[in-house]
């Protein structure tokens, strides 16, 4: 099972601001429905609140909590229990938040990120990966557009 990290940050890492998204492109929101079709998806409570609880379509959304469960979706309370459930699947897209983000960067496979180019507010950030670019990250690809970036980092 090859584990990926899909995620859009600001030149800060910023990734959040109050429980929601910091910046709107639909492009970018495209390019992850593109990369996580059929696949499926491990996020955590907050974002799935952010989604106002309602599955992405099309894809196996997994939800990570200590504190509830849901009936239309599927819940585990332990990181561990979620991945042992998914390791027939080909590709697992961790879609975070934060603390998603920051309890499996260090066993990702894959980073698909989205660098945003302009700054912004946040309280809430992706973990630090971009003093291993060259050691541990591999740049595999880049796609540049005015705003943002589109770059896949694979695992040495
Ligand atoms: N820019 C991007 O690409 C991107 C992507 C995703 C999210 N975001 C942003 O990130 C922010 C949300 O991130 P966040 O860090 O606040 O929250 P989060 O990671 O979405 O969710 C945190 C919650 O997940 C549960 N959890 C965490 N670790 C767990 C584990 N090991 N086992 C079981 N449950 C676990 C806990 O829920 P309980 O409290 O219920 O126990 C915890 O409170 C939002 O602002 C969102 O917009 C940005």
Redesign the pocket.
Known sequence: MKLIL????DPHLV???????PWHYSEDLKFFKKQTMGHPIV??????E?LKEKPLPGRENIV?????SYDHVKT????ELALEYLCGEEKVFI???????R?TLYRADQLII?EIKSEHKG??W?PEYRDQIGDKWVEEWRESHPEYDFVIYTAK
């Open positions: 899909i995620a859009a940050h990734i959040g601001n109050n429980g929601s998204l996020m955590g409570r907050v974002v799935f952010e990570l909590s200590r504190s509830r585990f309370s332990e990181l879609i975070g938040g934060g603390e998603i983000y309890q989205t309280d809430t992706f």
